[in-house]
Structures are given as C-alpha cells and as structure tokens.
C-alpha cells in the first residue's frame, strides 16, 4: 500500500449543485438554475421541454442549494479538517459574465471565486477547477441557441482568458468541461441545447459536440499561454463496459458503447477525430465542416492530463431483452455479478482499476479520478449523528483498486476527489436525499432545513485515510 507522496486526496463539488445565491454579486441567470425537482426534470435536461426561465409551478433546487455562497468558509474548513490536497469545485459562468456576451467580467463573481482560492491555500488546499461543469447563460441560449453555435467559442475563450489571468498563480489544475459526453445523454444540461420541432437531434449534439471540443483546445492554449505552469485536463463521465457475455456480438456491442464515450476524450488527448467517429458520422449524414484550422488547433492543444468520473461499469449485448438498469444517466445492461446503490448504480471497484488501466493505455497521460461515491439515504440518529459505514466500504475498495491500478499496473495517478464530499443536489434527480458528503448538511428534497453542517463516521475515516496516505483504510 503505497501512494505517491503528492497524491492529491480531496474531494469534490460543482456550483450549480452547491452554491445556490442565483441572484447574488450580479449573477445572471443559467440553465442549471431552471432545471426543476420532479418529474419534468428528465424532458428539462434532456431539451424536450423547453424551460428557459422558472416558473411558479417547479421547485429548482440549484437555486439556494446548500448555501456554499454563503458557508464557504466554514465548509473550506471543514475539507482543511480532513487534511484534504485539493478541492474540486466549479465556477458558475453567470458569476463572471452574467449574460455571457457582456465585454467586461463581473468583478463581484471573480472576486467570490478569488477568495474562495485564498481561502483553500491559506490550509494549503490546492483548487482544482472545473470551468463548466454542466452550466451555460439562460440568455447565450436564448438569444444564440447554446453551443450549437459557434459563437459560444469565442464567448468561452473571453471567459478562460479571465479566469486564467486573474487566477494566475492561484489556480494550476484546470478542467474545461465536466462530462463532456453527457452532451449526448443530457443536451440542455450539457450544453444549452432545446430541440424545435423538426430538428435533426443527433446532428445538433455533434455540432454542439465539436464546438466544446473545440474551446476545450483553445482553452488549452490560452491556460499554456498565460502561465506554461498551468495544468489542463479533460473529464469524461467512464466506467469500462463489459461484453454481457462472450459471444462476439456482446463484445462488438460493448466496444461501441465505449467508443460513444472515448470519441471525446480521443479528440481531447489525442488531438483529431479518430478514424471509427468520422465513418459514424458519415454513416449519419452529418457533416461537421471541420477545417483545416480546426484541425491544426485540436492537434497542437492536447490536455495534460485525463480526468474522469467513475461510480460504476456498464454492460452491454447484442440482444435487445436483456433487462436493463439504472446508471449515471447512461441506462445499462443489468450485471448479474455486481450489487447495486439504492438508485441502482452497480458497485463494482475491479471495474475502477479496469477502467484506470483502460484509459492510461489509450492516452498515456497521467489521470486524476475526479469523482467517485455512494449515493445513499443517510438517517441521523436521535443525536442527528450519520453511521455511513456503507459509505466507508464503497469507498474503501475503490481507493484499493486504485491502489492495485499504481502499484501492481504502473498507472499514474495524480489524486481522487470523491464526489459531493459535502452533500449537495443530486445532478440526475435533483434530490439532497441521495447523499455522498463526509458532511451532512441539513437539508431535504424541497429545500427545508436548517443547513447546519455535521460530521459523519466517514469524515473521520477519510481524515485518517488521508493522514496515513493511504495505508490505513479500515
Ligand atoms: C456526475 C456529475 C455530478 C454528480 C454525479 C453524481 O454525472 O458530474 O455533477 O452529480 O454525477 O450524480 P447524481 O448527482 O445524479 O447522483
């Protein structure tokens, strides 16, 4: 058992999930805040129904959150308790540029973003910045249909340039674009994309696709330009999927469904449109125009790093009628092999050190596991104390199959930031009922609580985790 010295332990959020204070410091309005709990949430984030401002109809809990705004501190000090490395947080694109086309950023929002770096540095907690984690400008919708225009790049290079000169020297870990691939499965979530009658679909999220894979380089180029000492990576949602049996078929079938989502990751790390996604494209009529700049630009801007989120492995036939399960939105085959979370995610840690050695022999760049974690119902006791031993066990194994992965198979791996170290609104359901956080925050599904923060048993396990580097995980 033996983690590299500088291995980054942490944890991770994103705002539109933590913040809430949607309208505070001149925030302006965003996709994420219109997503609502219940039962349209899934037609919202996928762009069937349109909802580009809120209504009184709909609770939208990313609007208060868990308050971050306003606890930020007191949760900094709470990860500085548990000796984390790094945090993983985002920055909400509506706190910088509230409309998204202004000319000039929103000192309000970069100075909250500003302070909350010098608020993780002064514990010696090194930021690691997701730039959009699943949030666009209600009006560069409104007004330029999301990233199925290409305008949108020229907005999100203004955007980096900020961020990168402002939090020059403060900031060094950077990631362009949460989940790339969820393009695919949630487009108004990803990428502020509502479907008109008639529209081609699948042309739209490639289009979308390519122009943030496209600001994902520049970004890039721009975070090497300003300060060479910057760190770039992209995040794919992963988990390997396995052949549900090894007929041929299965096998092929599985290999597609990986490709669907390393087709991202392939541009980012390798720098062109692999071979297989140019014939699938073509197979679907969609013309992308690529051109030659553009293909200059991706081949020059590779990222430094792959990051990526892993809750489980997925499964896949070539037979229609096997049953299916739930998964991090994208549906899987059921594994007759593997226990499953309470919302149906398969737990399944070999399949974490399967997925690390995948990845690192494809790209051969280094990998940051920027999400992991058990979703699960907490029940405070009488003394409103969480016994999450469930969550200690999921997590343990996990960290022992990134142990495997480094020190059996020789991946390199820069650090693990388990998702919703602090609980916070489900992406998928929109619920705080589904918790992840080492912190129990006071909250329920319609946003009564008193917020108040509380340790659970795993906040003290991770803290020794972290102290012994790795070694003691009982
Ligand atoms: C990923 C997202 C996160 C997060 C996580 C857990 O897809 O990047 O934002 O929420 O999944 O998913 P959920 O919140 O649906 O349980």
């Given amino acids: ?44 984030m996928t762009g069937k ?65 500003e302070d909350l770096f010098h608020e993780c540095k002064k514990y010696g907690i090194e930021p690691l910045v997701t730039i959009t984690h699943f949030d666009c400008p209600i009006h560069l919708i409104k007004e330029y249909g999301g990233w199925k225009n290409p305008i949108l790049v020229e907005f999100y290079k203004k955007l980096v340039t900020v961020l990168f000169t402002r939090y020059k020297g403060l900031v060094r870990y950077w990631l362009t674009f949460n989940e790339i691939n969820m393009i695919l499965h949630l487009p108004f979530m990803g990428a502020g994309l509502v479907f008109e009658e008639g529209e081609e679909e699948e042309t739209v999220k490639y289009m979308a696709a390519h122009h943030e894979l496209l600001a994902s380089a520049e970004a890039t180029r721009i975070g090497h330009e300003i300060d060479p ?47 297989y996604a140019k014939k699938m494209l073509e197979r679907k009529g969609i013309d992308l125009h690529i051109t030659k700049e553009q293909e200059a630009l991706l081949k020059a801007n ?21 049953e299916q399960t ?54 405070p006791d009488e003394n409103g104390y969480v016994n999450d031993q469930y969550r200690i066990d999921y997590l343990r194994e996990h960290i022992k199959a990134m142990d495997a992965a480094i020190n059996e198979d020789g991946v390199e791996l820069l650090g693990y930031t388990t998702w919703g170290c602090i609980d ?51």
């Fill in 1 to 44: 058992m033996a983690f590299p010295k500088n291995f980054l332990w942490g944890g991770a959020t994103a705002a539109n999930q933590c913040e809430g204070g949607y309208q505070e410091g001149n925030r302006g309005l965003a996709n994420v805040d219109v997503i609502p709990y219940g039962s349209d949430r899934m037609a919202v």
């Fill in 49 to 113: 129904l349109k909802m580009l401002e809120p209504d009184n109809k709909h609770y939208y809990p990313a609007m208060e959150a868990i308050d971050m705004y306003h606890h930020y501190k007191e949760d900094i000090a709470l990860f500085a308790e548990m000796g984390f490395r790094t945090y993983r947080c985002s920055i909400a694109w509506t706190r910088i540029f509230p409309n998204g086309d202004e000319d000039q950023p929103n000192e309000e929002g970069l100075k909250f973003y």
């Fill in 229 to 275: 000492e910057n760190k770039i990576g992209c995040m794919l949602a992963a988990g390997v999927t396995y052949p549900y049996s090894c007929n041929p078929a299965d096998v092929w079938k599985a290999m597609e469904k990986d490709r669907e989502n390393y087709f991202f990751i392939d541009v980012q790390a390798r720098g062109e449109y692999p071979s």
């Fill in 302 to 322: 590779t990222v430094d790093f792959v990051s990526f989120s892993y809750y489980s492995s997925r499964c896949a036939s070539g037979d229609a009628n096997i």
């Fill in 326 to 379: 739930e998964g991090n939105v994208m549906a899987s085959l059921k594994n007759p092999y593997l226990k499953a979370s309470e919302w149906g995610w398969q737990i399944d840690p070999l399949g974490l050190r399967i997925t690390l050695n995948a990845l690192y022999d494809r790209y051969q760049k280094p990998l940051f596991i920027v999400e992991n974690g058990l979703g699960a119902v907490d029940i």
């Fill in 424 to 474: 916070l609104v489900s992406a998928s359901t929109g619920e705080m009922k589904k918790r992840y956080g080492f912190v129990y925050v006071d909250m329920d599904d319609l946003g009564q609580g008193t917020l108040q923060r509380r340790r659970k048993k795993s906040f003290e396990w991770y803290k020794k985790v972290i102290r012994t580097n790795g070694k003691d995980l009982d």
